[in-house]
């Protein structure tokens, strides 16, 4: 039973250092979001992206955060140069289309020192 | 940003009673979702409604799309010691805009 899985589970970085936060989809799904999480909050939307294409990125800060969905292999959310705001639960989810529900992985828990 | 107000914050009831808890949005919703969360763990999809004044069922849980398109509650019957965790209602607010937009969540807390 191949959920979304995300690695690592726990991410520890500096203040400066980069974050790379991995998600495969379930089998078939195509879509991936990203979303983040601080605590006691619900989730925040991010990014939407399908294979090669990012399709709304609406909820990514400005910089220092970046997202791909290559032809092969996971999508990566990246955040450069981490600060101490950036501490939070960060989740993938996918769906078979746009129109399906979303199903999430477990996290990243992300923890800048 | 879209808010959806998620009510209660917080419930603590002893184990067999009747739960329920709804969320409102200022604006129209064309999906509304419902989702468990256990600690240090992803949302759990419960239910997914899709139509104004759907009714649906999963177990214990049922869910409703009220008639206004914005707003939806969930029921649990007869809760039990598992049912304990965070819920979170979820919704899509604009025609092929597929961005989740999440509530504050509920925490119930269950007295055995």
């Known amino acids: 039973n191949a959920g979304v899985m995300q690695n690592p589970r726990h991410l520890v970085r500096r203040r400066g250092q980069e974050a790379r936060l991995r998600c495969s989809p379930m089998?078939?799904?195509?879509?991936v979001y990203w979303y983040r999480q601080l605590p006691e909050e619900g989730l925040k939307f991010m990014v939407y992206l399908q294979k090669e294409n990012i399709i709304d990125e609406s909820g990514m800060p400005k910089e220092r955060f970046s997202a791909e969905f290559p032809k092969e292999g996971p999508s990566i959310l990246r955040i450069q140069q981490v600060v101490r705001g950036d501490s939070a639960a960060y989740f993938c989810a996918s769906s078979r289309d746009g129109d399906q529900p979303q199903h999430f992985g477990d996290g990243t828990r992300l923890s800048i020192l | 940003g879209q808010q959806l107000n998620q009510s209660p914050q917080s419930m603590f009831i002893q184990e067999g009673e009747d739960v329920s808890m709804n969320c409102t949005s200022s604006s129209i919703f064309n999906t509304w979702l419902w989702y468990k969360q256990d600690p240090g763990e992803g949302p759990v999809l419960l239910i997914a409604l899709y139509k104004a004044g759907e009714l649906t069922s999963n177990g214990r849980l049922t869910a409703q799309f009220g008639i206004t398109r914005k707003d939806s509650f969930l029921n649990i019957s007869a809760s039990i010691p598992s049912d304990v965790g965070i819920y979170f209602c979820a919704g899509r607010f604009i025609q092929g805009a597929q961005k989740l937009v999440f509530g504050q969540g509920t925490r119930l807390t269950i007295n055995p």
């Open positions: 089998k078939g799904h195509s879509h």
